[in-house]
């Protein structure tokens, strides 16, 4: 079984700053690695997602993220953050022999001007 | 393309009542999920279905909820009766190969 780790619950960040969203996992097999944002009273959206090959994976509003396979970790960044992306992030694990999407318990990521 | 529809998007009902959930996933996609997501916390999975039939139905509390996937497409999730605790966000995802999971814009449910 999987287990997804969100290390920070929040995140304060200042408008254009760079910003580092942690997330560990863990599990006995390989698994495919996923980051969703939910914006206030509406579902979730896909940033991201690693299946195989390289490691660094960009996705939508300039989001990317690395998947280290030693620290099983995948970090989502971004370089330069906006007001809009203020949002919870959340962090998904399944794996490869699998449907069964385990998430993180999320981080609140709030920009300030 | 449509994404996944879920009606209705808020439910408010009084405690001891029921309540259903209805969700129309993309089209072609044969995996269809139901999870459940409490405040401030990540979404947990409540049932599973490849096509009409539920794979994973370990975290689901068959007690008082329900569900079913008539003809592999739509499906609804009812809760009967509803307790406090269950108010929650309601989400439903379908996926038609690994990695290609799609979200609804969630129920949330408030049971007064």
């Known amino acids: 079984a999987q287990s997804v780790t969100q290390l920070d619950s929040q995140v304060p960040v200042f408008e254009e700053a760079p910003v580092e969203l942690r997330c560990n996992y863990s599990?006995?097999?390989?698994?495919?690695l996923f980051w969703y944002v939910q914006y206030p009273n509406q579902g979730l959206q896909l940033l991201l997602k690693y299946l195989s090959g390289s490691t660094l994976v960009k996705g939508i509003n300039g989001f990317e993220a690395e998947f280290n396979k030693s620290q099983t970790s995948f970090h989502l960044r971004k370089p330069s953050v906006h007001i809009s992306d203020t949002a919870e992030y959340f962090c998904?694990?399944?794996?490869?022999?699998?449907?069964?999407?385990?998430f993180g318990a999320g981080t609140i990521l709030r920009v300030k001007s | 393309e449509a994404g996944v529809v879920q009606s209705p998007r808020y439910k408010i009902i009084e405690k001891k009542q029921p309540v259903a959930f209805w969700c129309n996933p993309i089209?072609?996609?044969?995996?269809l999920y139901w999870y459940r997501q409490n405040l401030g916390q990540g979404p947990e999975l409540l049932i599973r279905?490849?096509?009409?039939?539920?794979?994973?139905d370990s975290q689901l509390p068959k007690d008082r909820f329900s569900a079913e996937r008539l003809k592999g497409v739509d499906s609804t999730l009812k809760i009967q009766p509803a307790e406090l605790g269950d108010s929650a966000v309601y989400l439903c995802a379908s996926s038609g190969h690994m990695g290609g999971y799609t979200f609804g814009s969630g129920t949330r449910l408030t049971v007064v």
């Open positions: 089209s072609g996609h044969n995996t």
């Open positions: 998904a694990a399944c794996s490869r022999n699998g449907n069964k999407l385990v």
């Open positions: 599990s006995s097999v390989s698994v495919y």
């Open positions: 279905y490849e096509n009409e039939e539920a794979v994973d």
